[in-house]
């Protein structure tokens, strides 16, 4: 069994800040790329940021220069520094994981229950 735990999420004033947090456990032998995405209410999920387990980043472009991604290996968490948050920003963040699940002998994708984050005065 693989488990993706994020945390951090919560209410948020304009140009404020908030750090979510996505601890992997299980059954892992590696993780490969991890990170985060977005979906806000009728819209469709969309990648906010990702990391390879060597520590390159990638951004989507509404982020880039407020956000920043950031994974400890040793602890199998990926966190995501958000700054300058607007109130496009509000919605469901959802960690995700490439990796391979040591029991089932099968690499796939992993997904978090979700985080909401609402920018709002």
């Known amino acids: 069994q693989v488990q993706l735990v994020e945390s951090g999420g919560g209410l948020v004033q304009p140009g404020g800040s908030l750090r979510l947090s996505c601890a992997a456990s299980g059954s892992i032998f590696s993780i490969y790329a991890m990170g985060w995405y977005r979906q806000a209410p009728g819209k469709q999920r969309e990648l906010v940021a990702t990391?390879?387990?060597?520590?390159?980043?990638n951004y989507a472009d509404s982020v880039k220069g407020r956000f920043t991604v950031s994974r400890d290996n040793a602890k199998n968490t990926v966190y995501l520094q958000m700054n300058s948050l607007k109130s496009e920003d509000t919605a469901v963040y959802y960690c995700n994981a490439d990796l391979y699940n040591l029991r089932l002998e099968v690499r796939r994708h992993y997904w978090g229950q979700g985080t909401q984050v609402t920018v709002s005065s």
């Open positions: 990391i390879t387990s060597g520590g390159s980043p």
